[in-house]
């Protein structure tokens, strides 16, 4: 019987009550879901000392709930800062190699009392420029996944000869070493001679997609800042330095993305 039917003159299924266990953790801030199911699998995740083994898990709240034996508090409303990350940072909480990570700067750059956050994406570790984070899983995956279609401007400096047909090119997408990039929006900016900034926006946001593209064209990237992500510009934010943004920005964000 297809799963769609069921006997005539039966009971419907009862309404479910609260929600899986991964999306709770990620609203409440732990993790984005995808890092909560593997924080699960890991055996991390706990329900009243019990180790849980599926993300599938309905609840209707956090009660209980522990993480490396921590419990975990009630879910915040979604807040979100723009961080202007320095060139030499990691985007990682922590790195096995002892190399600085953008939670050293944030200790000193966040308002006192902000929530765990967790990056929007990733920056490499020599690009600079506006990195989001937020406390709330759900809305950090969102703003992620390239079927939101939430845009990402940078500024790269690159040195070599490209013409704006070249770069007008891009518009249709390119595959490169079997890897296809999408749809890339580029405009020569500022600077002489062979020294160029160069402006792009995309909205895949695929590793090192800026600096791959650009070494396809024959230039040499010596500097590359982001400086608008979705809504939200870099303006006059110093280096190193973070700013909560508008609840209000952040609820019309969120109802976009819906």
């Not at 202007?84 to 985007?91: A, C």
């Not at 946001?205 to 400086?227: D, I």
């Amino acid at each position: 019987m297809p799963r769609s039917e069921r006997p005539e003159g039966a009971a419907p299924p009862p309404a479910r009550s609260g929600e899986r266990i991964a999306k709770l953790l990620a609203r409440a801030g732990v993790a984005s879901r995808r890092e909560v199911e593997r924080m699960i699998a890991d055996g991390r995740v706990a329900i009243d000392g019990k180790v849980l083994n599926t993300p599938a898990r309905v609840l209707p709240n956090l009660k209980g709930v522990t993480v490396d034996g921590k419990p975990v508090a009630r879910a915040e409303h979604a807040r979100v800062f723009a961080f202007h990350k320095p060139s030499g940072l990691l985007t990682a909480e922590r790195d096995p190699k002892g190399r600085p990570t953008i939670y050293t700067a944030l200790r000193n750059s966040l308002p006192r009392g902000a929530p765990r956050v967790m990056p929007v994406g990733r920056l490499d570790m020599n690009t600079e420029g506006l990195l989001l984070l937020t406390n709330d899983g759900e809305l950090k995956r969102a703003l992620e996944l390239p079927s939101s279609n939430v845009p990402r401007t940078y500024r790269a400096r690159a040195f070599g000869d490209v013409t704006q047909s070249q770069l007008d090119d891009l518009i249709e997408g390119v595959e490169i070493d079997g890897v296809r990039y999408g749809k890339i929006e580029a405009d020569l900016d500022s600077g002489k001679g062979r020294n160029r900034w160069i402006v792009m926006t995309l909205t895949e946001g695929k590793n090192r997609e800026v600096r791959r593209v650009l070494e396809h064209l024959g230039l040499q990237v010596s500097r590359l800042l982001r400086v608008g992500y979705g809504p939200f510009n870099l303006g006059d934010l110093p280096r190193g330095a973070a700013a909560e943004i508008p609840q209000a920005q952040v609820e019309r964000l969120r109802k976009s993305l819906r």
